[in-house]
C-alpha cells in the first residue's frame, strides 16, 4: 500500500445496482474478493425504457467507505435512423418530409435536426425548426421552407436545385 500525503491509496471501487421491481441491491464489479480499480464501467443487458438506480464505494486499507447518493439512470438510446426524407413543391415552398424512426429506444423523440445542402455544404433552415412541438409531435412530420429562404444565405440554391 502507498501513502500518499496523508491518504491512503484505493484498493477497490464496488459499484451496485438496484433494478426495476427489485428491492435487493446486486454488486456488479468490486466488494468481492476480487479488486476492481477502473473508474469507469459499463453495465449490458437493462431493459429499454426502464429505470435503474446505481451507487458506489471504495475501499482503503482501513476498510469501505460509505456508498455514494443514488443515481437513477434511464436505458435507452438514440432514436433509429428515418427513412430517406421526402421534398415536394407547393406552391411557394419546399415540403420536407419525413417518417418516424422505427423505434425511439425507450425515449421519446423531443426534437429533429433538419439539415438542407447547400452551395456552402449543409445548414440548418430558419423555416425548419425540427424542435417545434408541432413537428415533433407529429405522425408524419414536415416543415415548408420558402424557396426564397432556399435561393438567399446561406443556401443560394438557384432555380431548380435538387432540395
Known amino acids: 500500500m502507498i501513502e500518499t500525503g496523508g491518504t491512503f491509496s484505493i484498493l477497490s471501487y464496488e459499484i ?3 433494478a426495476p421491481n427489485q428491492t435487493v441491491w446486486q454488486s456488479l464489479v468490486g466488494g468481492g474478493v476480487q479488486a476492481f480499480t477502473s473508474l469507469s464501467y459499463t453495465q449490458t443487458g437493462l431493459t429499454q425504457g426502464a429505470n435503474y438506480q446505481f451507487r458506489a464505494r471504495a475501499s482503503n486499507s482501513f476498510g469501505w467507505g460509505d456508498f455514494s447518493d443514488v443515481v437513477t439512470i434511464l ?3 438514440v432514436p433509429a435512423q428515418i427513412a430517406p426524407v421526402t421534398t415536394l413543391v407547393q406552391n411557394i415552398y419546399a415540403n420536407i418530409s419525413w417518417s418516424l424512426p422505427s423505434t425511439d429506444h425507450g425515449s421519446p423523440i423531443t426534437e429533429y435536426a433538419v439539415y438542407i445542402f447547400g ?22 412530420p414536415s416543415c415548408l ?3 426564397t429562404e432556399l435561393r438567399a444565405d ?6 431548380g436545385a435538387v432540395v
Open 16 to 18: 451496485q445496482m438496484l
Open 75 to 77: 436505458a435507452d438510446d
Open 119 to 140: 452551395v456552402s455544404g449543409l445548414q440548418q433552415s430558419r423555416s425548419c425548426d425540427g424542435s417545434d412541438h408541432e413537428i415533433v409531435i407529429s405522425l408524419k
Open 145 to 147: 421552407v420558402p424557396f
Open 154 to 159: 446561406p443556401f443560394n440554391l438557384t432555380q
